[in-house]
């Protein structure tokens, strides 16, 4: 069992940064890919961001790429979530995901390839 953790959400003016954390309570992080999800009211959680346990690769969705950094610390079991140039369009709950195995690159962007999730963290970008 794998125990996701996040902080750092908030409230940031249009133009402001933030950085999300999600410790993980597992002596296998490194065998697990991560990934952030986000929903806003009223709508469906949706891929935001993932990095895969081996290599590191990562991948975003387009409205946020250029201004969305995700990446890992495996010695310190943590993922994080730079969030910079946000707009109001970001404004939602930010869950942090764990996926076993090795899930194939196709696969990352689907809620259910993540075995475990974390509580959520607001985010509300407003001025």
């Known amino acids: 069992q794998v125990q996701l953790v996040e902080s750092g959400g908030g409230l940031v003016p249009p133009g402001g940064s933030l950085r999300l954390s999600c410790a993980a309570s597992?002596?296998?992080?490194?065998?697990?890919?991560m990934a952030w999800f986000r929903q806003a009211p009223g709508k469906e959680r949706e891929f935001v961001a993932a990095?895969?346990?081996?290599?590191?690769?990562?991948y975003d969705r387009d409205s946020v790429k250029g201004r969305f950094t995700i990446s890992r610390v495996n010695g310190k079991n943590m993922a994080y979530l730079q969030m910079n140039r946000l707009e109001p369009e970001d404004t939602a709950v930010y869950y942090c995901?764990?996926?076993?195995?090795?899930?194939?690159?196709?696969?990352?962007?689907?809620?259910?390839?993540?075995?475990?999730w974390g509580q959520g963290t607001q985010v509300t970008v407003s001025s």
């Open positions: 995901a764990a996926a076993t195995g090795n899930p194939i690159t196709s696969s990352l962007w689907s809620a259910s390839t993540y075995t475990y």
């Open positions: 597992t002596d296998t992080f490194n065998t697990l890919s």
């Open positions: 990095i895969k346990r081996i290599g590191g690769t990562t």
